[in-house]
């Protein structure tokens, strides 16, 4: 069965970097469109990148300036760079391929989740 694996993360500082990386095979990374979302306890996940054809990108206004989503066709490896942290981007993050964009905004394919990764901001 084809998944995505998800590393990376932990605990950083506030004003500290943490990158996230979801490697997969082959096959789902040719899907073309990925995205990161995070998730708190009780509140829905939450876009906060994704990249398209192109290698065009959506941010939440909130990770804007300070994330940098990207991919490794080479290792099929999709990644989430994240700069200048602050203790509210502490959250569960979750990669996501395959999914679509419609009208700037990205919808998730159900079938292609990442497991999962925590990213603890301390201030």
């Known amino acids: 069965q084809e998944h995505l694996v998800q590393s990376g993360g932990g605990l950083a500082q506030a004003g500290g970097p943490l990158r996230l990386s979801c490697a997969t095979s082959?096959?789902?990374?040719?899907?073309?469109?990925m995205a990161w979302y995070r998730q708190t306890p009780g509140n829905q996940r939450e876009l906060v990148a994704g990249i398209g054809r192109g290698d065009s990108t959506k941010y939440a206004d909130s990770v804007k300036g300070r994330f940098i989503i990207s991919r490794d066709g080479a290792n099929n490896t999709l990644y989430l760079q994240m700069n200048s942290l602050r203790p509210e981007d502490t959250a569960v993050y979750y990669c996501?391929?395959?999914?679509?964009?419609?009208?700037?905004?990205?919808?998730?394919?159900?079938?292609?989740w990442g497991q999962g990764t925590q990213v603890t901001v301390s201030s």
């Open positions: 996501n391929i395959g999914g679509t964009f419609v009208a700037g905004n990205y919808i998730p394919n159900s079938r292609f």
């Open positions: 082959g096959l789902i990374f040719k899907l073309i469109t």
